[in-house]
């Protein structure tokens, strides 16, 4: 009789984990058929973010989340506008927007492809938008041209031996 028991108790431990396991299996089949809730943009009507001059430590992390969001979204291109203030050295704006491509390129690994830069001009002050705008879309900007209240000097930088 001990060992119809020890029987039974057996096959019914065997079954009740045999029933956990497909109900595991079951659930994780229906989450990985549904899609991700991934919220995606359909018009580019407000910028993924904007900002003056900050330090590079600062910087980085920002374009941390962007270069997440751009590979969260592959069908999406990142734009980078960058214009200078009133004061500026000849050059500020591409310096500045190629440090930023650089880095997501080099250190975040996003494809030269889906990083565009401009220069949009000169502004009372200092800014950099950045813009997700899905591929095959136009994001249109304008360039303001120097007024005589902007001084660009021809400044040179020292660069620093390695």
Known sequence: MNSRRLVNSTVVRLII???RNLLLIVF????ASR???IPTR???TSAFDR???ISWENEKA???NFAIQLMMEPDYIGYFLVRVGKLSCKGDAQAHALR????LMHVRHIPWNRIIWRDTGFGDEFQVIIWLVPRGGNLTFEYDAATSQHVIRNCHRRRVKS
């Open 17 to 19: 984990t045999m029933q």
């Open 28 to 31: 994780l089949l229906s989450c």
């Open 35 to 37: 899609p991700l809730a």
């Open 42 to 44: 359909t018009n580019p």
């Open 51 to 53: 900002y003056g001059r």
């Open 62 to 64: 920002r374009l941390d």
């Open 100 to 103: 930023a491509k650089n880095y």
